[in-house]
């Protein structure tokens, strides 16, 4: 078991999920899982996850993704975000605020781009974060028009399926 924690840009924490853990991890990426995990938020209240979530972390890529089960079907929630990395012992990303909810047809909606356009503000982005965010989510719908794994089914039932087994 492993936690993830979620900071802003000025390294304050967001959320940090408690009970995690890893199905494959490459070079490039951790696979895991977590279920029923409690959550701390930044004001330092804790909730429990709904259920299973599987999560696709990228150790290069701006974004991060966790699949949400709910019943009988699945939606995608994708963080724009810094590539993961390990750090005593716990997952990390920093949140750069949007996110993108992608349901199981990969229909997608982008919310929080107003708490980016303030945030950007508020901790001075630079260039090279404002590039990589939007390069991000231009990623992510690429990859969401093409059902490019991790959005794609074929993903999803073989990682649900692993975790099951």
Not at 12 to 19: A, K, S, T, V
Not at 51 to 62: A, D, H, I, M
Not at 78 to 88: L, T, V, Y
Request: charged fraction near 30%; aromatic fraction near 16%.
């Amino acid at each position: 078991m492993f936690e993830i924690h979620s900071v802003k840009a000025d390294g304050r924490m967001h959320r940090i999920w408690h009970e995690n853990v890893i199905l494959e991890e490459g070079n490039d990426y951790v696979i895991g899982v977590n279920d029923h995990t409690p959550v701390t938020d930044s004001k330092n209240k804790i909730k429990e996850t709904v259920g299973v979530s599987l999560f696709y972390f990228s150790k290069s890529e701006w974004f991060n993704v966790i699949v949400v089960f709910e019943n009988e079907s699945y939606y995608y929630y994708c963080n724009i975000a810094s590539p993961a990395r390990w750090q005593e012992g716990q997952l990390l990303y920093t949140d750069y605020d949007i996110d993108l909810i992608i349901k199981d047809d990969l229909s997608y909606e982008i919310v929080d781009q107003d708490e980016f356009e303030v945030n950007q503000k508020r901790y001075a982005y630079n260039l090279e974060v404002i590039e990589a965010v939007e390069g991000a989510v231009r990623q992510v719908k690429g990859k969401i028009a093409r059902a490019e794994a991790p959005f794609n089914d074929q993903f999803v039932r073989y990682w649900y399926d692993t975790y099951r087994t």
